[in-house]
């Protein structure tokens, strides 16, 4: 079951770099999606590009937090849970910060990583 955990938390980890190519425009997940270009914090003090630079910096960062706490998890490391709790809450942090501020398309902008993320950490925070 450890293995199949922290595989699970590795994939989790290896998803934001879908939405790291798709904020460099390398492709698009999906017609007419637009995120991160409408963050509802940022949009207001930045350019487009800017705001897809610090999109594409944050995601590859989250990754790799996963992808290394997943390692850890199986590979019992002491510091494994608490990696996994901040990857978590940086995951979710992304795209609160990114989100267009509208309460439509949510799943487009992140929702069921939220979800994926809460019940993460919520897991985690049993274990400790």
């Given amino acids: 079951m450890k293995v199949i955990i922290g595989i699970f938390i590795m994939l989790h980890g290896l998803v934001h770099l879908f939405y790291f190519a798709h904020s ?8 007419g999606f637009e995120w991160p270009d409408n963050s509802w914090v940022l949009a207001k003090f930045m350019g487009t590009d800017t705001i897809r630079t610090i999109a594409s910096l944050m995601c590859i960062l989250v990754a790799a937090a996963f992808a290394i706490s997943g390692i850890a998890y199986i590979t019992n490391e002491v510091w494994t849970l608490k990696l996994i709790q901040i990857s978590a809450i940086l995951s979710t942090v992304i795209f609160i910060l990114f989100w267009d501020g ?4 949510l ?19 049993l274990l400790q």
């Fill in 107 to 125: 799943d487009n902008q992140g929702a069921i990583a939220i979800i994926i993320n809460i019940s993460i950490w919520f897991v985690v925070s």
């Fill in 24 to 31: 460099k425009r390398i492709f698009e997940l999906r017609p």
């Fill in 102 to 105: 509208r309460l439509i398309k």
